[in-house]
Structure formats: C-alpha cells, structure tokens
C-alpha cells in the first residue's frame, strides 16, 4: 500500500506537479495565445485578474509568433480555473480554444490556449432602381458573387445585397457588375475599399432603363 | 466471429448509402473527394481495373465494387486539360493526395482524396493616358500598385471559368475609370482598359 503511494508520488512530481506530502499545492495558470497580431488583448482568470498580453509579431518564417503566459496568482489544488477574454486586440477576435478551464491539479500540466484571428466583415449596400432579371455583381475572382433575384411572391427586386463571403481585416475588396441586368445598365459607387473594422453596407448599385 | 459485425456494418453502409450495392464483385464501395475538377476529363483506375470517367464534381466513387479485407489503389491515368501537369503533357494535373490512395478496404472507402491543380491564365491591365503617382487597382483582394511609367499591370492569374472585376481602390489627383473591368477568363487571358486623365 505504501509503495504504491510512493509510486504515485513520484510519478506525480515526474509529471511536473507540486511536492506531495502534504501542504497545500498551488498551481500557475497560463498557456498560449495563437495568432496574435495587434495590441489591446486582456485575459482573465475566474473573471478577475486582468492580465494584458502583448503580440510578439513575426518569426523569421514569416509565421505569427506564439505567446507564452502566465497569471501571476496561483490557483490551489482542487479549486477552478476558466481562462477567459476580456478584451479583444485591435482588428482580431479572440476565443478559447482548449484547456482554458478545468480544476487545477487534475491534469499534469495547464495549457489554456487561446486562438485570435483577424476580424471579417461582410460586404453590401442597397440597389436601386433594379427591375430585371440578370445582375450578377462580383469582389473580385475569390470574393464570391451575389444574384439579384426576384422574390418569388411579391415579384420586387431585393433592395439591399450582402455578399455571403466576408473581407478580412486589412484585405481589399471590389464589387464590380459582372451582368448586367436585361435591359438595364446598373453603376456601383462607393465598392472598392480596405476593410478596416467594421461592415461596410454602403455600397451603393443604381440601375435605368437602356434607351 | 469478428467477421460478423463487420459484415453488418457494411450492409448498413451500404443502406445509408445512395448508390446501389450488387454491382461488380464485393460489397465495399471505393472513393472519396476531387478539388479543383470543373472541367470533365478526369480518369481514375483502382488496381490498375476499368477506366472510370469522374463526373465533374466533389465526390466520387468507383462504380465497381471491392470485397472486404481487398487492397485498393487509386490511380489518376488521365487530368481535365484546364489542369496543370508538373511536365508538360503530363496527366498529374489532378494527383491522389499522397497516403490515402492505397489501403485496405474493410468497410466502405470514402477517404481518398484527388487534388487538381487548375491552369492559370494572365489578367492584364492596359493603362491608357497619362497617370500619376498613388494610383492603385484592385481584383478584389488581390492589389497592385499602378507606377506613372507602368503602360501594363498584370493583375494575380486566375483559372479558366473565374469570374472577376477590376476596380479602381486609390486615383489621388487623377480620374481614372476600368472599362469592361468584369468578365469571366477564358483559357487564353483576358485584358481590360484602365483609362486616366490626369487634370
């Protein structure tokens, strides 16, 4: 019986734990953030200890490097932990990903990994003027396309559009008229930009009649 | 003993699935997913078997059945020519994705994955009258600078069939419209005008 006592003890310091025999054993709660670019991201542990966490921008391979953190408050053995974001970075949105709640103690080692990615946005605005079958608008040649078509039970034309593909932060967008409708010419004003923050539904497509 | 649950397991897969079962000589399907096919003329063999023209989409499967515990080993014999060989006039266009394409098949394959690479052709950008600096266009996200001395921009290559929409982003000081700026390429390339007056 004693033996297999021993056994788990040193397993248990093997596996990197706090000494057993006793005491109480606190544990530091951290892990990684993934894809951090920008500044602002805050975490928290238990929805308190607000902990800053600053990007270490690029690796010589170009790749986003990780960050290694860690709360400065320990937890004891047996009580909760829950990582959490309080506040996003600038232009990312970030989520726990794996680990990031548990009782500490229970595994071996704490990683609570957190992914952020850049924001994106859709695309669209309003159309006027549209009374025919036929407008094919575009963003490019990755950035999908959009059909107008007409409802099946009021017979109108639709007058707002949002693409169905999203523009990540920072990334250019397009939105041309790839058909144009039967018997109409339609213009695009306000389509091309950089995303930054926000939706953009201010694009504005007007159609009329071919003379 | 253990054959038995495995045999009803693939009587039940073969319930799920959509095509019939009976036909050639086992009873477990052989097959997968296709990126990048949108033009017919994909040819695959298992074990060097029947020649089975793909149908232009994502999925497929070996109309010719396997049995149990059999090998499989898919082979693309021959690629869409919208697809691009790693020699010239080759027919790895489309390839089986290296570690899927063999095995053995207990139950029903659906894992094998084909991967075509498509052909690309240029999308030009003919810049008439005179321009300055600053000036910007775009294909969606894909954006290039436009320099005062450039007569020609070459917009990101696209494959046959892509839609696209050349747009202007940035013109300071200068008015600058894309003529006929949207189409879909064909297997040549395709150019559109950029037109500027600079004030």
């Known amino acids: ?49 607000d902990l800053p966490i600053t990007p270490l921008g690029r690796d010589a391979s170009g790749n986003i490097q990780n ?102 932060y920072g990334q250019t967008y397009g939105v041309t008229v790839l058909t144009q409708p039967t018997g109409q010419t339609c213009s695009v004003a306000g389509g091309v930009g950089t995303m930054d923050d926000n939706k953009v539904d201010t694009i504005v497509v007007t159609c009329v009649n071919n003379s | 003993m253990i054959r038995s649950p495995l045999r009803a397991g693939i009587a039940l897969a073969c319930a799920l699935s959509l095509s019939a079962c009976g036909g050639g000589d086992g009873d477990v399907f052989v097959g997968g997913t296709i990126s990048g096919y949108t033009k017919s003329g994909l040819v695959l063999t298992n074990n060097d078997g029947p020649r089975y023209e793909v149908p232009v989409g994502t999925t497929f499967v070996f109309p010719d059945l396997v049995e149990t515990d059999a090998t499989y ?60 600096a600053g000036l910007e266009i775009v294909n969606g996200s894909d954006r290039k600078a436009v320099a005062p001395t450039d007569t020609v921009v070459q917009m990101s290559q696209i494959p046959e069939g892509a839609v696209y929409g050349v747009a202007v982003l940035a013109a300071p000081g200068q008015t600058c419209t894309v003529a006929n700026g949207s189409g879909t390429m064909d297997n040549v390339g395709k150019t559109v005008d950029l037109n500027c007056t600079t004030p």
């Open chain 2, 73 to 132: 080993n898919v082979k693309v014999v021959a690629s869409p020519d919208n697809t691009q060989p790693s020699t010239p006039g080759g027919t790895d266009g489309c390839k089986v994705v290296e570690g899927t394409g063999t095995g053995k098949a207990v139950f029903s394959i659906s894992s094998v994955q084909v991967v075509c690479t498509l052909k690309t052709f240029p999308l030009t950008v003919r810049v008439n009258g005179s321009h300055a």
């Open chain 1, 1 to 49: 019986m004693k033996k297999s006592i021993l056994a788990l003890c040193a397993l248990t310091v093997a596996g990197g734990l706090s000494a057993c025999g006793g005491g109480t054993s606190s544990y530091t709660i951290g892990g990684v953030v993934a894809g951090l670019q920008y500044p602002g991201l805050v975490l928290q542990n238990n929805l308190a200890n």
């Open chain 1, 67 to 168: 960050v290694t953190y860690s709360f400065p408050n320990e937890v004891d053995y047996g009580e909760p932990y829950s990582v959490s974001v309080k506040t996003n970075p600038q232009h990312q949105t970030c989520s726990t990903s794996s680990g990031t709640a548990d009782t500490a103690g229970r595994l071996s080692s704490i990683n609570a990994v957190i992914v952020c990615s850049l924001v994106v946005n859709t695309i669209g605005g309003t159309v006027r003027g549209l009374a025919a079958d036929g407008l094919v608008l575009t963003n490019g040649s990755a950035g999908g396309t959009f059909t107008f078509t007409k409802d099946a039970t009021s017979g109108a034309y639709p007058s707002t559009f949002t693409f169905i593909n999203g523009v990540t």
